[in-house]
């Protein structure tokens, strides 16, 4: 169900951020995950489970989010399916109107997969206006498959189950700063349906049903083999004919299900 | 004027090198230009302009040459306008069968650029089966624009006039290695008409006519932007969208003309 201005009713929002955000002068991603949540009155949940720094990392942002007026910010800290499945865990994140979840390794996030906090922030996120962000090893983690693993420089990846809260995308992070086009295109190669999105840092695509805006300082690289030749997708080096490629810096959108880029109007009001 | 298998009669060959090219056990590139050169009567001449180690640089290159067979090496170290001119440099060339021009810093061969040297390998490679090799810096001079600096990982590149020697492309290198794609999209972004080539290390194309084909260990990304939409070209972050993309490996062929890739018969002899 849409309203007149053609968006899903109920639906909320992600946030996918490629690493590294600015965290001390309140602009760009995290700021927009503020004003979506609620501004003031977000009641935020900070997942810290790919981090070996959890309260470093809580700190930060509650630090952060303190400054754009947030008053209620908790750490979630998961460190096994029992407390991903546990009560106490979804009744603090069904109160929560925006939930953050951090950097660190991802494949420690892999023991989320299908639990039942996986399944509650699936639903919220259609049907209930919740708002979700993930950046660096918690941006990855949020497509129905993640980047595990694979060198940037090469044509090698590891891919496993992620979250599945953004379907048929396959997302790379701090994706210019480590030169890491080679790893996305050997991870579309192995199934040409999966759109690759590759973000830079302190740069996020906001995502809204089955769009999304570019917003921060950076550019989001989409490459689309739906009509790509491949051939040896696995080994290194691999042949790949015909690929589609799109620099999207802020202010461009896109539609995933029609995979065009245009120029947005925030953007158009800038030039 | 071509022959019966569609070869220009007279045409040489252009041998672009991404850099770091095996020269020690004799294989891939180097070997490849050798063949090309008449084998063992090759006539090789290599110009060390854009090196400041000219010495080491021939005599390692002698030594590779030599156990390839090769007898004929001799260094041709322009430092200036008036060497390019001078007639004793031209008769040098005019004997060569190969000439190789190696890496150092692009801008140094700069001042060949319009000299009687330049003319010379001008009309030798498309009239008189001269083969020319550029490697590294020797490699992006070859084209009518040559990339002079600019960072790998962000959207910017400064290019100035190249040799020449191949119309309609911008030629990068080091390119996996070194993350340069955003470098590579910001230099077509300029001009779209021109073909992006970006080779890898120890990977080389070798161009006949308006065809080539991949040699070597790595891969080579040719970017084409000719129905682009292009806007902020020149500023950091720029948008681009539609630009295809090709990831071609050894054996791949490309057509400069209609700008389309295909499998060549190397290749599928190896399959």
Redesign the interface.
């Known amino acids: 169900m849409t309203d007149i201005t053609g968006r899903n009713v109920g639906c909320g929002r992600l946030l996918v951020i490629g690493g590294r955000e600015n965290r001390t002068c309140g602009t760009g991603p995290l700021k927009e995950f503020v004003t979506l949540s609620g501004a003031r009155r977000s009641r935020i949940v900070v997942v810290t489970t790919a981090t070996d720094m959890p309260e470093e990392v809580t700190a930060e942002y509650a630090t952060v989010f303190s400054r754009l007026g947030v008053s209620s910010v908790t750490e979630l800290r998961l460190i096994g399916r029992t407390t991903a499945d546990d009560p106490a865990t979804l009744t603090m994140l069904e109160q929560a109107t925006g939930v953050l979840i951090s950097g660190g390794d991802q494949s420690r996030l892999s023991m989320l997969v299908g639990s039942k906090t996986n399944v509650l922030l699936h639903r919220r996120l259609h049907e209930d206006g919740l708002v979700i962000a993930g950046t660096s090893a918690g941006a990855t983690a949020l497509g129905r498959w993640m980047i595990l693993g694979g060198d ?4 090698s990846v590891r891919i496993g189950p992620g979250l599945d809260l953004l379907g048929n995308v396959l997302i790379d992070m701090h994706f ?4 890491r ?2 790893r996305l ?1 050997s991870g579309i190669a192995l199934d040409v349906q999966y759109l690759g999105v590759g973000i830079d840092e302190d740069t996020a695509i906001m995502v809204d049903g089955d769009r999304f805006e570019v917003i921060g300082r ?2 989001v690289t989409v ?1 689309d083999a739906d009509r790509a030749t491949v ?2 997708a696995g080994h290194n ?14 202010g ?1 959108c896109f539609d995933l299900e029609q995979r065009k ?1 245009w ?1 947005g109007p925030t ?1 158009e009001e800038e030039e």
């Open positions: 940037g420089a090469t044509s210019a700063e480590r030169g086009l080679p295109l950076g550019v490459v051939a040896d080096p691999m042949a790949l004919f015909d690929v589609r490629l799109h620099l999207l810096p802020a461009c880029p120029f953007r």
